[in-house]
């Protein structure tokens, strides 16, 4: 594809193009050029160029693993996991031709992670350490060091997660135009252009960083990428991208990557429809919300026509859905309600898990709480199956010692003389089998005398009254729990959005910032457990080796005494289907958001085959 472009010209030769040690990748083939591979785009969030665009300073393997060299070659770490020094690529460019150096980084820190302009609330927390922001320091052209007055010991965990990508993504020869103090007048021209003057809004959408749709919709833009945009995207039913012909990445026979020349994406939202497409092989790659235990057997039995097989994948998820209690509900009475730790227990073991797997999810997973992943060297067997048993007649036991008065048709009463009734919701844009799960739910807890108004809505509806003042339970996946991703994810474990605003403005003022505070919500101090777990929170950054290791211990075991969250059904059986004329697919594929599945299984040394 390149090659008439180098005769002509247009674009110097290869050994101009790549580094002067460019990334080996090993995949289980040699490839061949050129193609084009046929993409879903859902039009959401850029989570979804996940499956294409996944090139941090250091990666994860493939297996999820280890921390692996990648725009950096190699790095240092100072003892004490205050200082990290990183070798960048000499050579190497971006998509432009222009040489990408320590200079980009600086730049990504000086005028856009620490510009309050940009960054409102300041940089992400990945970059800050006890309320310290990172120093950044360019040492020469090609080494940049990161440092801090105290340990940051998972600073590569984050590096290699999704929001690592951050500190790669601004050729300062292209984005310093978009900088108003750099190019005011520029600038001033283009947001009166856009008819807007506000300068931190239109820079999201004009220039955006990583989950933003803008960072991936300017063709003029360069990346370091494997492949480019070529056209704007945002509103757009197709788009293509195109391969970067500076890619930095080679194989084992030193032939440059990607092997594929075309990524083309189609918007499609609509699950069904998604589901529809793939079988019908308009799409080489299932996305993962199609990948479900549901629609195992369709795919199964349009194998053939739709000309694709089966690729094993493994969940980094710890939990497909777990409930999140508002502890400090307005309602007296619904605070007290869920505070109460027997009453939690009562609703978690009148839940129905194995009917759940078998009916909603097909035979796949196992009854499971909050906890870490059994493979990850943070699992806590308590927190993980207690209270997962399914036994009506002790959750009926429990509550007849709290309330044992009911009306009518069964419902129990509280105090007051009124049938106790909670409500819950789901967002089913999400997880679509939610619906069901919480149908199940609600009969469970019936059949033990509590009423539960259960919903599945829309993301808007959702968001609006995930943040009400007054809301009650709600739910969401349990998201990195596998490996050593819990350390950097206890915030997920926690999900202290279900209403913890009280204690969280105590938390805030007494422990350390939090990003979920609801302004007019009186300060109390939280029991002396949730305490305990948002102290180990604050310092876990500063920690590592086997003093976090102790801490990520009681962490754990602290959740399990607490028993802050109720858990339904552990991730398992997971796959993927992928066109039989794509190679290279590594297997399995671990899923996951800090683990930022697929991508880092190398995906541009896939290739379509002759």
Same mark, same amino acid.
């Given at each position: 594809m ?5 005769a002509?010209?247009?674009l110097?030769?290869? @050994?101009d193009r790549l580094p002067?040690e ?6 289980a083939?040699?490839g061949?050029?050129g ?8 039009g959401?969030?850029?989570?979804d160029y996940?499956h ?11 297996d999820?693993?280890?921390i ?8 240092e770490v100072?003892?004490?996991a205050t200082t990290?020094?990183f070798?960048?690529r000499?050579?190497m460019k *971006? ?6 150096a320590a200079?980009?980084?600086?730049? *990504?820190?000086?005028?856009v992670e620490?510009?309050p ?5 300041g940089?992400r ?9 990172a120093?950044v320091?360019?040492?020469d ?7 801090w007055?105290n340990?940051n010991?998972n ?7 999704p ?7 601004f050729?300062a020869h292209y984005?310093a135009?978009f900088?108003r103090?750099?190019?005011?007048e520029?600038?001033?021209?283009m ?5 807007t003057e506000d300068?931190s809004s ?5 220039v955006g960083?990583y989950?933003?749709k ?9 990346t ?6 070529t056209?704007p ?11 970067n012909p500076?890619?930095?990445k080679?194989d ?6 990607p092997y594929?020349d075309t990524?083309s994406?189609?918007?499609?939202p609509?699950?069904e429809?998604?589901?529809l497409?793939?079988?019908a092989?308009e799409f ?5 919300n ?6 195992k057997?369709?795919?199964f039995e349009?194998?053939?026509r739709?000309?694709?097989r ?5 969940s980094?998820?710890?939990n497909?859905?777990?409930?999140e ?7 007296a009475?619904?605070?007290e309600?869920?505070?109460n730790k027997d ?10 898990r194995?009917?759940?797997?078998? %009916?909603?999810?097909l ?6 709480q909050?906890?870490?992943r ?8 308590q927190?993980?199956t207690?209270?997962t048993?399914y036994?009506p ?7 007849d010692?709290?309330y044992?008065?009911?009306?009518s048709?069964g419902y129990?009463? @509280?105090?007051?003389g ?16 939610w ?8 009969q469970?807890w019936a ?17 609006t ?7 009650e339970m709600q739910v *969401?996946?349990g998201e990195? @729990?596998?490996g ?6 206890l915030d ?8 913890w ?8 003022e007494?422990?350390?910032?939090q990003?979920?505070?609801?302004e ?11 305490k305990r777990?948002f ?8 920690k590592a080796?086997?003093?976090r290791?102790?801490?990520m211990?009681?962490f754990?075991? %602290?959740?399990a005494?607490?028993?802050v969250?109720?858990?339904t059904?552990?991730?398992?059986g997971?796959y ?6 794509i ?6 594929i671990t899923?996951? *958001?800090?683990?930022?599945?697929p991508a880092?299984t ?5 290739f379509?085959?002759k």
């Amino acid at each position: 594809m390149l090659a008439e472009k180098v005769a002509a010209g247009e674009l110097p030769g290869i @050994g101009d193009r790549l580094p002067a040690e460019p990334l080996v990748v090993a995949a289980a083939e040699v490839g061949s050029y050129g193609g084009v591979m046929k993409d879903l785009f859902t039009g959401s969030r850029l989570g979804d160029y996940r499956h294409y665009g996944y090139d941090p300073l250091v990666r994860w393997s493939p297996d999820g693993s280890e921390i692996l060299p990648n725009v950096a070659s190699s790095w240092e770490v100072s003892a004490d996991a205050t200082t990290y020094t990183f070798h960048l690529r000499e050579g190497m460019k *971006w998509s432009d031709g222009h040489p990408f150096a320590a200079k980009d980084i600086q730049f *990504w820190w000086d005028k856009v992670e620490t510009n309050p302009d940009i960054m409102v609330k300041g940089p992400r927390n990945i970059f800050v350490v006890n309320g310290e922001q990172a120093k950044v320091e360019t040492l020469d052209d090609y080494t940049i060091r990161f440092s801090w007055s105290n340990p940051n010991g998972n600073f590569l965990l984050d590096l290699a997660g999704p929001y690592g990508q951050r500190v790669v993504q601004f050729p300062a020869h292209y984005i310093a135009q978009f900088d108003r103090n750099l190019n005011p007048e520029g600038v001033a021209k283009m947001m009166a252009d856009a008819g807007t003057e506000d300068y931190s809004s239109w820079w999201m959408g004009r220039v955006g960083t990583y989950g933003k749709k803008a960072e991936q919709n300017d063709p003029d833009r360069p990346t370091i990428l494997a492949w480019v945009t070529t056209e704007p995207f945002i509103g757009r039913q197709y788009f293509e991208l195109s391969r970067n012909p500076y890619y930095f990445k080679v194989d084992s026979d030193c032939n440059q990557l990607p092997y594929i020349d075309t990524r083309s994406y189609n918007l499609v939202p609509d699950p069904e429809v998604q589901l529809l497409k793939t079988m019908a092989s308009e799409f080489d790659y299932s996305l993962p919300n199609i990948s479900v235990p549901q629609n195992k057997g369709i795919f199964f039995e349009n194998m053939e026509r739709g000309n694709y097989r089966f690729a094993k994948a493994q969940s980094c998820d710890y939990n497909n859905m777990f409930i999140e209690m508002p502890f400090n509900h307005p309602d007296a009475f619904k605070a007290e309600f869920f505070q109460n730790k027997d009453v939690r227990i009562a609703l978690s073991v009148a839940i129905d898990r194995q009917g759940i797997i078998d %009916t909603v999810y097909l035979g796949q997973g196992m009854p499971y709480q909050s906890a870490a992943r059994p493979t990850s060297p943070f699992y806590n067997e308590q927190l993980a199956t207690q209270y997962t048993d399914y036994d009506p007649e002790r959750a009926s036991e429990i509550l007849d010692g709290i309330y044992p008065e009911k009306d009518s048709d069964g419902y129990r009463l @509280g105090p007051d003389g009124k049938r106790i009734s909670v409500s819950m919701i789901a967002e089913n844009s999400f997880r679509a089998e939610w619906a069901d799960v919480l149908q199940i739910i609600v009969q469970n807890w019936a059949d033990i005398g509590i009423h539960l108004n259960a919903e599945a809505v829309g993301h808007e509806i959702y968001e609006t009254r995930r943040l009400a003042r007054d809301r009650e339970m709600q739910v *969401w996946a349990g998201e990195n @729990g596998c490996g050593q991703l819990p350390t950097v994810s206890l915030d997920r474990f926690l999900r202290y959005q279900g209403n913890w605003d009280n204690w969280i403005v105590w938390v805030s003022e007494h422990i350390a910032p939090q990003p979920f505070t609801i302004e007019g919500v009186e300060a109390v101090e939280p029991p002396a457990e949730i305490k305990r777990l948002f102290e180990i929170q604050a310092v876990m950054p500063t920690k590592a080796g086997a003093e976090r290791d102790a801490l990520m211990a009681e962490f754990m075991q %602290t959740m399990a005494d607490a028993f802050v969250n109720i858990g339904t059904v552990l991730p398992e059986g997971n796959y993927r289907v992928v066109s039989n004329r794509i190679g290279n697919v590594y297997e399995p594929i671990t899923e996951g *958001w800090l683990y930022p599945g697929p991508a880092p299984t190398n995906m541009e040394s896939w290739f379509i085959k002759k």
